[in-house]
């Protein structure tokens, strides 16, 4: 079976599919099926029965118990060694725990680490963990809301599964996965350009609109198509990633071969012979490189080509004028995520974007810039009503988006939370991620004595936080 895996990673077949062919491309004149803004569903998901007390981090570190089962069953077509028990996690480390146990080092590291000496990753975590809650008693809190409009679509929970490259290699088919467990419980997905299941897979798979993150690529005619790809596909809102114009170098996937070409390595192979059941879930996923891609690239069958290729494409000269030729291309909502400084968010609030995303990349790009959480007031005051704000780097919990709330942002984005979910059980894992997430914010809320997260303020943030609240908020 190693064998058969290694050679899949690398050439991008797997067996039986040789013969499968690339979907369609149409141009941007394309006609869609329907408006690219259709509204959502309104969301069906219910809040669950379980909570975790305290911050994930602080409350689940490090957690090793939980049942012995198999991998989670994942969707139609990809399960693995039958169903895995969910019912001894009780919080979003022990996903990562899981994770850590079931996916090859080289992807759970890719997943979980951050750039450099790592000091922005640990800063978005310390700076969410330091925010403090004021608790109210005597409130009326019975009846409470969870649901709220992120971006112009309804949606259950200020909850949106966020864009992550090589989502499918943490488990076979881990896009569509992903985005199947978001319509479930009501909340966005949004599919990166660097996914290995296509934005045609996705759309093939799953019944209602979902969004896609655009990289700004050199090859523009590359994006026009990508953009009319998108289009066809009926997605209903484009993220537009600012803050990787140029690679932030990442130590520890140089050191797994992750590099450009990836490098097969003996310790590599003994991790990935070790996980048998990640082995078989890739294997019966649709694709293994790039799905995006496929096609695009000359000599693009195999992992190596589209790293090489991938890798020259990043662009340093993206600027604000290239937002205007995208709006140009693009009918409908642009979301722009990678904002960190007051300036630049007035910028975006210019140019009449639907939102922005208050966001260091998780703390894998620039090391050293300051945690998300901290600066998440200054944008919001300097920016008002004038656009939305959602914030993303560093949520583990439900706590951790109440903070986000309570700052200034309308909703906040989840990666690494729920690729732990995606490694640790396929799509029961995800599923529970947004679960566990619902439930903490759930009760958060009624001990903070707020009943819907409208209501979320610097009045629920305990003085001596460390983090100024926004004064247009105050």
Request: aromatic share 6%; hydrophobic share 45%.
């Amino acid at each position: 079976m190693l064998t058969v895996v290694l050679r899949a990673w690398l050439t991008g077949e797997s067996p039986g599919d040789r013969s499968r062919p690339d979907p369609p491309r149409p141009g941007i004149g394309h006609q869609p099926a329907g408006p690219p803004d259709a509204p959502r569903a309104p969301g069906r998901g219910g809040a669950g029965q379980e909570a975790c007390g305290g911050t994930a981090r602080q409350a689940c570190l490090r957690y090793r118990g939980g049942a012995a089962g198999g991998e989670g069953s994942g969707c139609e077509g990809n399960g693995v060694l039958g169903g895995s028990s969910m019912d001894n996690v009780t919080c979003i480390e022990d996903l990562r725990a899981r994770a850590l146990r079931r996916v090859p080092r080289a992807f759970f590291q890719y997943a979980d680490h951050g750039s450099y000496t790592q000091s922005t990753l640990r800063a978005n975590r310390a700076g969410l963990d330091a925010v403090r809650f004021r608790q109210r008693v005597g409130i009326d809190v019975g009846t409470r809301q969870l649901s709220t409009i992120i971006a112009g679509e309804p949606a259950s929970l200020p909850l949106v599964l966020a864009p992550v490259g090589l989502c499918g290699m943490l488990f076979g088919d881990g896009e569509i996965l992903a985005c199947r467990a978001a319509q479930a419980a009501g909340i966005p997905f949004c599919l990166s350009t660097m996914s290995i299941c296509s934005i045609e897979d996705v759309a093939a798979a799953v019944r209602e609109p979902f969004w896609f993150q655009l990289y700004l690529m050199r090859d523009r005619g590359f994006v026009r198509d990508l953009l009319g790809r998108v289009v066809a596909a009926r997605c209903s809102a484009l993220v537009i990633t600012l803050d990787l114009n140029v690679l932030g170098q990442r130590h520890c996937d140089i050191k797994n071969g992750m590099s450009v070409p990836p490098r097969i390595t003996l310790a590599n192979l003994a991790n990935v012979t070790a996980r048998p059941a990640w082995a078989l879930s890739i294997l019966r996923g649709r694709r293994k490189t790039f799905g995006n891609l496929a096609g695009h690239i000359p000599g693009g069958d195999n992992l190596r080509s589209v790293a090489q290729w991938t890798a020259a494409q990043f662009d340093p000269t993206l600027n604000w004028a290239d937002i205007e030729w995208i709006r140009a291309l693009w009918p409908g909502r642009i979301i722009l995520k990678g904002i960190l400084d007051p300036e630049d968010a007035k910028i975006a609030a210019r140019m009449g974007v639907s939102a922005i995303v208050v966001s260091n990349h998780g703390g894998r790009q620039l090391d050293g810039a300051p945690s998300a959480i901290s600066a998440l007031p200054a944008v919001a005051d300097a920016v008002g009503s004038d656009i939305e704000i959602m914030f993303d780097s560093g949520i583990r919990s439900g706590q951790d988006v109440l903070r986000a709330l309570a700052l200034g942002a309308r909703s906040c984005m989840i990666g690494r939370a729920y690729l732990y979910g995606l490694g640790a059980g396929g799509l029961q894992g995800v599923a529970k991620a947004i679960e566990i997430i619902r439930n903490e914010l759930d009760v958060s809320m009624a001990l903070t004595g707020i009943t819907s997260v409208a209501a979320a303020g610097p009045q629920i943030i305990a003085a001596g936080s460390g983090i100024e609240a926004p004064r247009r908020l105050s």
